[in-house]
């Protein structure tokens, strides 16, 4: 099995602040008092730019579900010795997180900082440098496979890392997350308090997920939440601790609180030991929260406020203070709650009292990770070294990789992309070189906010090649690689250009950088013995059908297969309905295209295929379409597939 590419995102190198910095912190937390009282904030719950909605922008959990099974924090040892010094701060683990995400509108914070742990020590570990796993999997594997919380969107961090440890999850490609939870539009059992199961966790994973590798953790245990046994943990084991607490409205400034909150703090991420008002309201609606610790400062400081928002005085008449805080990573997104924090938007600073009083502390360890070998021709950097197919010393005696007469890089310029404009925007590239060509490969870098607005095209001498056709739902931006066959055997020297338009309004973006890989024959010609094999007789594709239409093709002559490249055409008029696998019987099955909600006809597409790479031609081959949404039919007209041996 092909295993998935990891997504490539870049880890913030966070700054570590300077005293002179904390310094300051700490003077535009305390500065304005006399004048403000701490916060000039209305106490009503709606929405303001500064301060987030307590039912969108910063959802809160069941705070019971947190709490289940969790022996008494007094019966837990401390992880470190009693006259143990530990220094003033302590941030070595910020630099290996992954980056802030957003839990949107669901209350699964628990599930988001046990992801993150798992995230932080796969990068510990050191094998995949860019982990990113499937919150939405979670989600799911703790609800149905570990069969806990079946009725509540909430989880705890004991029976999240259960699920990693004995069912495993995948990466974020396999099962892209949903910020926002089941309704009836999704289903109508999606109301209500009694719930079925399947609106907690937006249905079931698609086969991309069920088929996709997992990745696991070994089994976690709760810790004392005194400050100095979490101190000992993260200095000692140099891993992050998850924290499950008891959610206060007005310490956390959040929207949803009936008094007085600070705007100032929540942009910083500071949250404050709850006054005696904050903890009888918040009770009134309990909930909770989760985060993860990664560090600590003993010189923050903030003021101790009181019901109004004002600083509560102490006895010499100055505003009395809070110092002493664990520095965690949020799941809000960095749009707004710790927006100025020094370690990035997203992190926050957590009282020491807070936490031992009212927060539950569990932990894991590094995972044992073994990848696959490299596969040759996949496009996929299996063994996850940086090197991929035939760039890694793995490929080195593979027939796949032996030399033409060279392969020449070359990088297109940058381009913005006109909203919601057929015109779209090109992007050139001149070769001069000559030869003709065996193996082209495009790569692209893309931003655009809702990537099935685009179509991006490859241009050569009036042939155009269509690489994304509108593909992708609703998610970010067009980070791929497609190999191009249409132009193996024309000479390479000529005009490339890459065209990209955007067929809908309200979303923008722009071509960041793209490569155009050019292969040529050695002696200046190709020789190839590529066979192409076709079935033109047309077959219905049954609606809304799991077992979808099949269209087998018969291949006598054997040999061993080195390059495989399938090509479709399909009558249909949601192309996002459709699924497509490519099956060689008794042998294994390849997924080429997953249903995504995209809208538009299918038309003709052609797939590179590397799963069946060095396999024996001979043998039945079976196309399998399946419609997975009603409403619209299609008819398979033609398939075929060029072998190269």
């Not at 004048?35 to 719950?45: H, I, K, N, Q």
């Amino acid at each position: 099995m092909q295993e998935p590419r990891v997504l490539s995102r870049k880890r913030r190198d966070p700054a570590q602040p300077t005293p002179w910095l904390r310094k300051l912190l700490v003077a535009s937390m305390l500065g304005g008092l006399a004048t403000l009282g701490c916060s000039s904030e209305d106490p009503s719950p709606e929405p303001t730019p500064d301060i987030a909605n307590s039912n969108e922008d910063a959802p809160v959990s069941d705070v019971d579900a947190l709490f289940l099974d969790a022996p008494p924090d007094g019966e837990l040892p401390d992880e470190g010795k009693a006259d143990a010094v530990y220094p003033a701060t302590y941030t070595d683990l910020v630099a290996l997180q992954s980056p802030i995400r957003s839990q949107g509108s669901r209350g699964v914070c628990s599930i988001f900082s046990t992801t993150a742990l798992m995230e932080h020590l796969y990068i510990a570990e050191g094998t995949i440098t860019n982990p990113d796993f499937s919150e939405q999997y979670l989600q799911w594997a703790v609800k149905t496979q570990v069969k806990a919380f079946t009725s509540t969107e909430g989880s705890n961090a004991q029976s999240n890392i259960d699920a990693i440890n004995r069912f495993g999850i995948t990466e974020e490609s396999a099962w892209p997350y949903q910020a926002r939870p089941w309704s009836t539009a999704n289903d109508p059992a999606c109301t209500g308090e009694d719930r079925p199961t399947k609106c907690y966790t937006n249905g079931d994973p698609p086969e991309s997920a069920t088929s996709a590798d997992k990745f696991y953790l070994p089994k976690g245990r709760w810790i004392s939440s005194r400050r100095n046994s979490i101190k000992a943990y993260l200095t000692n084991n140099k891993q992050a601790v998850i924290a499950g607490m008891t959610f206060f409205y007005q310490s956390w400034n959040h929207g949803g609180s009936p008094l007085k909150v600070d705007k100032n703090l929540w942009r910083q991420g500071v949250i404050t030991y709850p006054n005696a008002t904050d903890k009888e309201k918040s009770l009134e609606k309990r909930a909770g929260h989760s985060i993860l610790i990664v560090g600590w400062d003993d010189e923050i400081t903030a003021p101790v406020r009181d019901e109004n928002g004002d600083p509560v005085m102490g006895d010499d008449g100055e505003p009395e203070v809070e110092k002493g805080f664990f520095i965690f990573k949020n799941s809000w997104g960095t749009g707004s709650f710790g927006k100025t924090n020094p370690y990035g938007p997203g992190f926050g600073y957590l009282s020491y009292r807070y936490v031992e009083e009212y927060g539950r502390a569990y932990v894991s360890s590094l995972p044992e990770v073994e990848l696959p070998a490299e596969v040759c021709g996949d496009e996929v950097d299996d063994d996850r070294d940086g090197d991929v197919d035939c760039d890694d010393a793995d490929c080195s005696e593979d027939a796949a990789c032996a030399p033409a007469s060279g392969t020449l890089t070359f990088q297109g310029p940058a381009s913005d992309i006109p909203d919601n404009d057929p015109a779209g925007t090109t992007s050139d590239i001149v070769v001069s070189e000559t030869g003709e060509i065996a193996a082209v490969k495009v790569s692209v870098d893309i931003s655009h906010t809702y990537r099935s607005d685009l179509r991006v095209k490859l241009v050569k001498a009036g042939t155009e090649v269509v690489l994304h056709d509108r593909d992708g739902g609703s998610a970010d931006d067009i980070v791929e690689s497609w190999g191009v066959t249409q132009f193996n055997g024309v000479d390479a020297a000529g005009t490339w250009t890459l065209a990209v338009s955007d067929h809908a309004g309200a979303d923008t973006g722009r071509i960041n950088s793209w490569t155009l890989e050019i292969t040529t024959c050695a002696g200046g010609s190709c020789t190839t013995n590529a066979t192409t094999y076709e079935n033109t007789d047309p077959v219905a594709i049954p609606d809304s059908d799991p077992t979808g239409a099949s269209s087998d093709i018969t291949i006598a002559d054997g040999g061993a297969i080195s390059a495989l490249t399938v090509g479709v055409d399909i009558t249909h008029p949601y192309k996002g309905d459709l699924t497509i696998k490519l099956q060689k019987l008794t042998v294994g099955e390849a997924v080429l295209l997953t249903a995504d909600a995209s809208d538009g006809p299918f038309g003709t597409r052609t797939f590179e295929v590397g799963d069946f790479l060095g396999e024996d031609a001979a043998g039945t081959w079976r196309l399998v379409v399946v419609d997975e949404a009603g409403g619209d039919v299609g008819t398979l007209e033609s398939w075929s597939m060029t072998v190269s041996r």
